[in-house]
């Protein structure tokens, strides 16, 4: 597909420039995982250009097979040469796409490298990522990742739904083990159960009150009795980088009566969807 892509546009390389512990498209091209920007280059023949320390690192992780570093092209020369760092990347990444001249780069490409290759004599043109069309079928590898990150999730959802189970009540306010049950400790009982079932979490929210109303807001102190808790966790497979996305809503007590009239509002919503997708 990434060919038919290169061969439609007249391309000679589609190029990346980025870390791959958020950017999904660059782990999915390399199967690399690192936290510094590298450059991945697609099209024959599809290389990695990295910094000498990730050498040994990238030879056994990285799915493309040929790898390179900007040392290999001189980059401390060309340091030492322009006094800029980003000023001898953008020449080594010119020299390594040498027999190129069209090259396509994701929008969020750095402008700097972009201006400066076309400086270098480079077509650059920014395209809508070919790879985000690749990744929404999925292999059954990759579905069963997904799979064992929903199982995290419900792993966690259900470490939560203990503590508020077993939470008291004290003058409104929840209270567990002795200590005042909290947005802070909820959050941290379900990223270490996430953690020890080899996920990554951030932002988890835990918000009650007036605060579970404000979209987003990750919630802060203690949590009280007869109130909406809203806990949203998007926890991330440490390894394979696949998502899930968790909500629910609990009451511990009783549920305020506007409350109880949204929850069967949105129970009939989905039945009826339910309904309209078995037609």
Same mark, same amino acid.
């Given at each position: 597909?990434?060919?038919?892509?290169l061969?439609?546009?007249?391309f000679?390389?589609?190029v990346?420039?980025?870390?791959?512990?958020?950017?999904?498209?660059?782990?999915?091209?390399?199967?690399f995982?690192?936290?510094d920007?590298?450059?991945?280059?697609?099209?024959e023949?599809?290389?990695?250009?990295i910094?000498?320390?990730e050498?040994?690192?990238a030879?056994k992780?990285?799915?493309?097979?040929?790898?390179r570093?900007?040392?290999?092209?001189?980059?401390?020369?060309?340091?030492?040469?322009?006094?800029?760092?980003? =000023? /001898?990347?953008?020449?080594?990444?010119?020299?390594?796409?040498? @027999? $190129? &001249? !069209?090259?396509?780069?994701?929008?969020?490409?750095?402008?700097?490298?972009?201006?400066s290759?076309?400086?270098?004599?480079?077509d650059?043109?920014p395209v809508?990522s070919?790879l985000?069309?690749?990744?929404?079928?999925?292999t059954?590898?990759?579905?069963?990742?997904i799979?064992r990150?929903?199982?995290a999730?419900?792993s966690?959802?259900?470490?939560?739904?203990?503590?508020?189970?077993a939470?008291?009540?004290?003058r409104?306010?929840?209270?567990?083990?002795?200590?005042?049950l909290?947005s802070?400790?909820?959050?941290a009982?379900?990223?270490k159960?996430?953690?020890?079932?080899?996920?990554?979490?951030s932002?988890?929210?835990?918000?009650c009150g007036?605060?579970s109303?404000?979209?987003?807001s990750?919630?802060a102190?203690?949590l =009280? /009795?007869?109130?909406?808790?809203?806990?949203?966790m998007?926890? @991330? $497979? &440490? !390894?394979?980088r696949y998502?899930?996305?968790?909500?629910?809503?609990?009451v511990?007590?009783?549920?305020?009566p506007e409350?109880a009239?949204?929850?069967?509002?949105v129970?009939d919503?989905?039945?009826?969807a339910?309904?309209?997708?078995?037609a």
């Amino acid at each position: 597909m990434l060919t038919d892509f290169l061969k439609s546009g007249g391309f000679d390389a589609y190029v990346i420039v980025s870390e791959s512990v958020n950017s999904a498209d660059m782990y999915y091209a390399t199967g690399f995982l690192a936290h510094d920007p590298f450059a991945c280059v697609c099209g024959e023949p599809d290389f990695i250009l990295i910094s000498e320390m990730e050498l040994g690192r990238a030879g056994k992780e990285s799915r493309v097979a040929d790898i390179r570093t900007t040392s290999g092209y001189g980059f401390m020369e060309k340091y030492r040469s322009s006094k800029d760092a980003d =000023t /001898a990347y953008a020449e080594v990444l010119a020299e390594a796409l040498s @027999r $190129r &001249s !069209k090259i396509a780069v994701p929008k969020s490409f750095p402008v700097y490298l972009a201006d400066s290759l076309r400086r270098y004599g480079f077509d650059v043109v920014p395209v809508k990522s070919p790879l985000h069309k690749m990744r929404e079928v999925k292999t059954e590898e990759e579905v069963c990742e997904i799979e064992r990150t929903q199982r995290a999730a419900e792993s966690a959802m259900a470490a939560a739904l203990a503590a508020l189970a077993a939470s008291e009540e004290r003058r409104g306010e929840l209270y567990l083990g002795g200590a005042r049950l909290t947005s802070e400790s909820m959050r941290a009982l379900i990223e270490k159960t996430l953690l020890e079932q080899g996920c990554e979490a951030s932002n988890t929210i835990v918000a009650c009150g007036t605060a579970s109303s404000d979209p987003h807001s990750t919630g802060a102190g203690v949590l =009280t /009795a007869d109130e909406p808790i809203v806990i949203d966790m998007v926890p @991330r $497979r &440490s !390894k394979s980088r696949y998502y899930t996305d968790m909500t629910r809503t609990f009451v511990r007590g009783d549920a305020p009566p506007e409350l109880a009239e949204m929850y069967d509002a949105v129970r009939d919503a989905q039945e009826t969807a339910f309904d309209m997708i078995r037609a």
